[in-house]
Nanobody, 126 residues
């Protein structure tokens, strides 16, 4: 059973940076992809960024392109989300997700990810 544990959330001012981490454990095979989603209060959980674990190719939501960077450390089974130039609208609970099976190019689809972390809160004040 894959377990994902996020860390790195916090309260910052607009324009600041944060780096989220998500460490994976359990399972016997490497992930096909890992991703970050976020859910603001009263809203649906939305795609933020994803990375193909083997190739390292990355995918981003339009709203974070150019400000956020997803990366991974294979040796540590950890995926990171570097968030720069944070805006109040970035405030949300950020969730890490993982999928072991091939999902083609469906990185942005929430229902492709069976494994989820507990979430980490990001608050951005103006």
């Amino acid at each position: 059973q894959v377990q994902l544990v996020e860390s790195g959330g916090g309260s910052v001012q607009a324009g600041d940076s944060l780096r989220l981490s998500c460490q994976a454990s359990g399972g016997t095979v490497s992930a096909y992809a890992m991703a970050w989603f976020r859910q603001a209060s009263g809203k649906e959980r939305d795609f933020v960024a994803a990375i193909n674990w083997m190739r390292g190719s990355t995918y981003y939501a339009d709203s974070v392109t150019g400000r956020f960077t997803i990366s991974r450390d294979n040796a540590k089974n950890t995926v990171y989300l570097q968030m720069n130039s944070l805006k109040p609208e970035d405030a949300a609970i950020y969730y890490c997700a993982s999928v072991l099976n091939y999902i083609g190019s469906q990185y942005r689809k929430i229902d492709q990810y069976p494994y989820w972390g507990q979430g980490t809160q990001v608050t951005v004040s103006s």
